[in-house]
């Protein structure tokens, strides 16, 4: 975790999750390129992007040697361990102060830490191992927290990750808010086609987000045939007619309470297979009854 105080006249880039193109020299040369023509203050990269690489961290130190900054991701663990991450970096959390009187503090880290919905029993892992709620007490005074993990767990790119998130390839970064607190996620996904990060301002005392990315696909709109559309999307064009719009209003309905169908289709089944066999017993008692009744006579 980083905690930054930063001036009224601060700059700075944060990105995050960069793992997908961090093999990618080319990928990363236009990452570098585009960094260098914003020429912001400070650079932070918050894990998840190959920090526990010797080679990867000393590219990003030596480009911006004295303004990049890092945290670290559970994909800098090694074997349980920061070591590696740590033997590169230095530290693991590091607090940046500047001399300035008018400040904005913000907190800078990998797991989107006011987010209770994603949490692992046990620190080191995927989420975060605490509520929110214990150390929101301890925050007064941050004005922002950005995180830099992967928009996976929401936005999905190409990729499709079962059980998780919808399509949206062109989302950049999306904020939240707790309290006084303006949570950001600006944490890349898969890194292609689009690799996103955002450069901060502040102004009179508040921080302009501005989002950024890098396209690598041939163009920016996301190709047709690639799109991953949700079961009750209807592709334009194909159903006009009010009757399919009323044919797909039902299906949705049907989708939406398929399990209470499959029970009750259960049930029914299941009474029409006994049916039967009720038939057959009052009837065999009922002759067993008549046969009774002849003896008496």
Not at 229 to 255: E, M, T
Request: charged residues 20%.
């Amino acid at each position: 975790m980083l905690i930054s105080s930063v001036n009224a006249k601060t700059s700075f880039i944060v990105a995050g999750h960069l793992y997908g193109i961090t093999n990618d020299k080319d990928a990363l040369e236009k990452l570098t390129i585009e960094f260098e023509s914003l020429d912001p203050d400070y650079i932070f990269i918050l894990g998840d992007s190959s920090l526990d690489d010797q080679n990867i961290y000393s590219y990003f130190n030596n480009r911006f040697k004295g303004r990049i900054y890092f945290s670290p991701g559970n994909h800098e663990m090694v074997n349980g361990s920061l070591q590696e991450y740590i033997r590169n970096v230095g530290y693991a959390y590091k607090i940046i102060e500047t001399n300035n009187i008018n400040k904005v503090q913000i907190v800078l880290t990998h797991h989107r830490m006011w987010d209770d919905s994603l949490t692992s029993g046990f620190p080191y892992q995927h989420d975060k191992s605490y509520y929110f709620k214990e150390i929101y007490p301890s925050m007064v005074g941050v004005d922002a927290i950005f995180s830099g993990n992967s928009k996976r767990q929401y936005f999905t790119d190409y990729k499709k990750i079962n059980g998780l998130s919808l399509q949206n390839v062109n989302n950049i970064y999306w904020v939240d808010q707790v309290g006084g607190i303006d949570g950001y996620s600006i944490g890349a996904g898969d890194g292609k086609p689009k690799l996103g990060f955002v450069y901060v301002e502040e102004n009179n005392g508040r921080l302009l987000v501005e989002p950024h990315h890098i396209n690598f696909d041939e163009g920016d709109l996301v190709s047709i045939s690639k799109i991953r559309a949700v079961p009750w999307s209807i592709a334009p064009g194909n159903f006009d007619s009010v009757d399919s719009v009323l044919s797909q209003s039902i299906k949705n309905f049907l989708q939406s309470t398929r399990k209470r169908y499959i029970f009750l289709l259960g049930i029914l089944i299941g009474g029409l297979s006994i049916f039967p066999f009720y038939i057959y017993y009052f009837r065999r008692v009922k002759a067993v009854k008549k046969v009774h009744d002849c003896k008496k006579i």
